[in-house]
């Protein structure tokens, strides 16, 4: 059994920063592309970044140059640094996992295994 726990969300003012994270473990962290999803109320779950097992990284348009995904395959987490915070980034964010290889990752498809969520709240 696969299992991710993510943490560090919580309410914060827009401009502000909060940085997520998001522990694996039943199975070798190092060998899993990693990504971070998000759903606001009433929307679709959307990609906001990934990181391969190769360490490359890949970010939606709507968080570039203010979002930044790392790993830490001794700790077997995922991080997501979140900057420069808008009140359009209020959601429940998810981080996912899979072994499989896509060429983008950025589909929730791609992802075989789910964490059960943190709420990230920016207030104007």
């Known amino acids: 059994q696969v299992h991710l726990v993510e943490s560090g969300g919580g309410l914060v003012q827009a401009g502000g920063s909060l940085k997520l994270s998001c522990v694996v473990s039943?199975?070798?962290?190092?060998?899993?592309?990693m990504g971070w999803f998000r759903q606001a109320p009433g929307k679709e779950r959307e990609f906001v970044a990934k990181?391969?097992?190769?360490?490359?990284?890949d970010y939606a348009d709507s968080v570039k140059g203010r979002f930044s995904i790392s790993r830490d395959n001794v700790k077997n987490t995922v991080y997501l640094q979140m900057n420069s915070l808008k009140p359009e980034d209020t959601a429940v964010y998810y981080c996912?996992?899979?072994?499989?290889?896509?060429?983008?990752?950025?589909?929730?498809?791609?992802?075989?295994?789910w964490g059960q969520g943190t709420q990230v709240t920016v207030s104007s």
């Open positions: 990181i391969g097992s190769g360490f490359s990284t």
């Open positions: 996912a996992a899979t072994a499989r290889y896509f060429s983008d990752l950025q589909r929730r498809p791609d992802y075989d295994y």
């Open positions: 039943g199975r070798t962290f190092r060998s899993f592309n």
